[in-house]
């Protein structure tokens, strides 16, 4: 597991980002080429290890957007979701709170939307030919032809 952050230059909103190192790795690129006019100069340049147990590292309820079947994850620092650990299903998350830099935050969900890749997307190796679909098809045709 890798993180990333991103902070605001004009609020301090400090957003972090987590997933495995290559999709953070990625992502990295692709919000400092389409956000870098709302990053501070401190934001993250390279993914570093998520350490669950060091002081500061983002938490569950911080979470503020899901990704990708949830593989990537963006939290919030000063965000504390408490419908997270609620199990009534129509508890409603709690808001974000005042003075965050919401220009970034689109920026984020946009570019993190569109650039998060997907994992191993149907490998070559499991797929079939392309023309096996328009031979099932014939054969299919012919069988009700002479069967049915």
Known sequence: MAQANFISNSTGSTFHLLSDNSTIGSLISSINTNCSSNLSSSSSKSPSPYNSS???????EQAIQYYRSSSVVLTLDGYNNTATFNSNPNTTASPLPSGVDTTLLNCLNYTIGQAAPLIDGASSRYMSPPCLGFAMLVWFLWFLTHYV
């Open 54 to 60: 060091a002081p500061g590292v983002p938490q569950p």
